[in-house]
């Protein structure tokens, strides 16, 4: 047998073993899962973006266990069983794929993604947009899924020129007496016309924020340790002092 079918099974018996024995697994339900789901999709989501492959191939391995537990849990309340999982994915995958399985297939042909979705019966193109999902990481996905259907700026730079539009619209409402409301609601246009820009430039923006987090993170610790070193509490240094140790932060980084 093919060996990644052998270790699916493995996984397989050893949920069901757990699910009849352990008496945490039996105590499992939907609801207790999802949140430990979500946990480990985040973890998934740090070993991709510190290109960590080993790390990335356990929590890989967590998911796919979580996989296999809904589905026993759904078997035993007569829903579906993993079986109707596999193969309603796979089903999926082949109507989605219309230039690869279809009658006239043509492999150079770009698929329709949200097109073939709407064909399918969704009534709009963002049903398949999750409430839930991070705010950045849902602007960018409706972003995605308006340009699949044709609803897009033609090039960056009419992306470009919205996003300084947006600007300054913030900047015009913060001369404006105090109104958080409408400053808000400003800001959050500027930062949705960020997402749509970064998607003309074929850049995730939830990845290169991610990536500047760390990067302040990296350089902030960086700027406790110098003042660690000189025994002063950040609490005490005034702002020059602390712009100064910023500086240095970013200069340490630099190659020698």
Not at 79 to 96: E, P, Q
Not at 200 to 228: C, H, M, W, Y
């Amino acid at each position: 047998m093919n060996p990644e079918l052998t270790a699916f099974q493995r996984l397989i018996d050893i949920i069901e073993e757990l699910r009849h024995k352990c008496p945490w697994d039996k105590q499992q339900t939907f609801d207790t899962l999802r949140c430990l789901t979500v946990e480990e999709v985040y973890e998934l989501s740090d070993t991709i973006v510190d290109r960590r492959p080993d790390e990335m191939k356990k929590e890989l391995g967590d998911i796919i266990m979580h996989i296999v537990f809904y589905a026993s849990i759904a078997r035993e309340q007569g829903l579906f069983d993993l079986a109707d999982v596999i193969n309603g994915v796979c089903d999926k995958l082949v109507k989605r794929h219309p230039h690869i399985y279809g009658e006239n297939a043509d492999a150079t042909k770009p698929p329709e993604w949200e097109k073939i979705k709407m064909k399918e019966g969704r009534k709009s193109v963002l049903d398949g947009v999750p409430s839930n999902l991070p705010s950045l990481i849902k602007a960018y996905r409706m972003v995605e899924k308006t340009t699949g259907v044709g609803f897009k700026w033609e090039s960056p730079s009419q992306a470009q020129a919205k996003v300084e539009e947006e600007y300054r619209e913030v900047c015009d409402e913060l001369q404006q007496p105090a109104d958080k409301q409408n400053a808000e609601e400003e800001l959050g246009d500027l930062l949705f016309a960020i997402a749509a820009w970064a998607k003309t430039l074929g850049i995730n923006p939830d990845d290169a924020l991610e990536k500047s987090n760390r990067k302040f993170k990296r350089r902030f610790q960086n700027v406790e340790q110098q003042a660690a070193a000189s025994g002063k509490p950040l609490s005490d240094m005034d702002t020059p002092q602390l712009i100064q140790l910023w500086k240095n932060a970013k200069s340490n980084e630099k190659p020698q």
